[in-house]
């Protein structure tokens, strides 16, 4: 018999070391490494430097290309901002297939309210029950049609207790979220699309109420340009062309068309009756964020109009509108976004 060759024998010894330890380091650096993102002490797409580290954080669930799942650090968040926060819970239900969790936050109220929107859940952190008045007064509700159903009852109860069932300010705030899901229905998303959701928000605070819309389509810049050519462009609004225009003019100039691509005489009065919210309630402030663009107007029997816009270097994946509407006499600046 041979004698075996212990030289050999060991030699096999560490190749078999060396591939179960090549095996681990690919397993470990791909499917199983998590990229941390540290969220600032305030969601929020308003403020430059916060909406930059807000945004990489969702931005990377859209990220197919990273081999690292995205691993969300609340620790330090003590506000959250509506627009922000919807924005984040709707992307994390659009990828409800990505892997990806979380560290929790140490304020007990932004903990129920991250609980509350069910994304705790979703990045498996132990859930924070919170009986806070403004972890209970936060609604949201979301859809795929223009079909509100019976789920749209708390929101719409609300409402009526804080406008009047049978004013003409609760009138124009259920015309304005109406025709702005309309609008998401019919423009926000490509035929061939899988995923055709939009969010709705409704928060109540002691001195005012914040209602949003998110959706997570192709945005208003991108599909503002298909309903209007070039000869309407320079004989509305006196421009040659589209391509040198910011995300935030494109949005300014849907805010003033009042015509759809279905040239129906009826149809294109979506912006019109969602910036009558602004004319009816004294104070009250518009706002929209699509892609790099941001347009607010507001109304106010001493200021009359106001008016800002601005265009950012990230980018919203999608389109948020938001109507931010004071209670008992308060008053509010236009770049306050805070919840």
Not at 49 to 70: E, G, Q, W, Y
Not at 72 to 92: C, K, Q, R, W, Y
Not at 125 to 135: G, M, W, Y
Request: glycine share 4%; net charge positive; aromatic share 10%.
């Amino acid at each position: 018999m041979k004698k075996p060759n212990s030289h050999l024998i060991l030699r096999q010894i560490y190749q078999d070391v060396a591939k179960r330890k090549q095996k681990k380091f690919i397993s470990k650096n791909t499917s199983n490494k998590y990229q941390t993102f540290n969220l600032p002490i305030a969601l929020d797409i308003n403020n430059k430097r916060l909406r930059n580290s807000t945004l990489k954080a969702i931005n990377s669930l859209n990220d197919s290309k990273s081999v690292a799942r995205p691993y969300f650090d609340f620790s330090n968040v003590d506000t959250l901002t509506p627009m922000a926060t919807i924005h984040f819970a709707h992307t994390l239900e659009k990828n409800s297939n990505l892997i990806c969790r979380g560290k929790i936050s140490k304020s007990h109220v932004v903990s129920g309210m991250l609980t509350k929107l069910n994304i705790y859940n979703r990045l498996k952190i132990k859930n924070v029950e919170s009986t806070h008045d403004l972890v209970d007064r936060w609604y949201t509700f979301t859809g795929e049609n223009a079909d509100f159903g019976d789920e749209y009852d708390p929101i719409e109860e609300v409402l009526k207790e804080k406008f009047g069932e049978d004013s003409e300010t609760f009138d124009v705030i259920n015309t304005a979220i109406c025709e702005a899901v309309i609008n998401v229905v019919n423009h926000a998303y490509e035929i061939d699309e899988e995923y055709k959701k939009w969010k709705l928000f409704l928060s109540i605070k002691p001195d005012r109420c914040y209602v949003v819309i998110s959706d997570l389509g192709k945005t208003i810049p991108k599909s503002i340009p298909t309903k209007i050519n070039d000869i309407t462009l320079k004989s509305f609004f006196n421009l040659d062309s589209w391509l040198h225009l910011t995300d935030q003019e494109k949005i300014e100039i849907a805010s003033n068309y009042q015509r759809t691509s279905t040239n129906l005489a009826n149809r294109g009065k979506g912006f019109q009756d969602m910036k009558q919210v602004c004319e009816q309630v004294d104070g009250s402030i518009m706002m929209v964020h699509s892609r790099q663009g941001y347009w607010a107007k507001g109304y106010s029997k001493i200021a009359r109009q106001l008016e800002k816009k601005s265009n950012y270097n990230t980018s919203v994946n999608g389109t948020i509108i938001s109507w931010l509407i004071p209670l008992n006499d308060s008053s509010i600046r236009i770049n306050d976004s805070a919840a």
